[in-house]
């Protein structure tokens, strides 16, 4: 019977990387995955008669979606602390974002959606890098 094993495990040995070096790979799994998604939005926006008012949403859950992806690569790439560093993913991430709106958009507010966006950012990080440990 064929057991299951991390993605990382060569010839019964854990594979690591340098912390950072992981955490920069994630990061761009996590745009790689964005720039996919964005572009499905794009064509379904395209070919489908949807309204406008939804774009923000499938964006922010697309952004989501790929926090996640990005960690559960990070998680099954670490020994320990998989939630942390997918957490810091996370943070990352969105801080990445949050620095590019304000750059592209000067007339933008800081406000408290700022740090809800954290929070949640925060939160799938540390799901998919517990997810990714556990896998």
């Known amino acids: 019977m064929m057991r299951k094993?991390?993605?990382s495990v060569q010839n019964g040995m854990l594979l690591t990387s340098p912390e950072p070096l992981v955490l920069?790979?994630?990061?761009?799994?996590?745009?790689?995955?964005?720039?996919?998604?964005?572009l499905f939005n794009t064509l379904l926006f395209f070919f489908f008669p949807l309204s406008e008012l939804f774009v923000p949403y499938f964006i922010f859950g697309f952004t989501l979606i790929s926090?996640?992806?990005?960690?559960?690569?990070?998680?099954?790439?670490?020994?320990?602390?998989?939630?942390?560093k997918g957490g810091m993913l996370g943070l990352i991430y969105v801080l990445i974002l949050i620095i590019l709106s304000f750059t592209c958009l000067p007339g933008l507010a800081f406000n408290l959606?700022?740090?809800?966006?954290?929070?949640?950012?925060?939160?799938?990080?540390t799901i998919g890098g517990i997810l990714g440990i556990n896998s």
């Open 113 to 125: 959606n700022i740090f809800t966006k954290l929070f949640i950012g925060f939160a799938f990080g």
């Open 67 to 84: 926090i996640l992806v990005g960690s559960v690569y990070i998680g099954k790439r670490v020994e320990k602390k998989g939630w942390l």
């Open 24 to 38: 920069c790979r994630g990061l761009l799994v996590t745009m790689a995955f964005s720039f996919i998604l964005l």
């Open 5 to 7: 094993t991390r993605s």
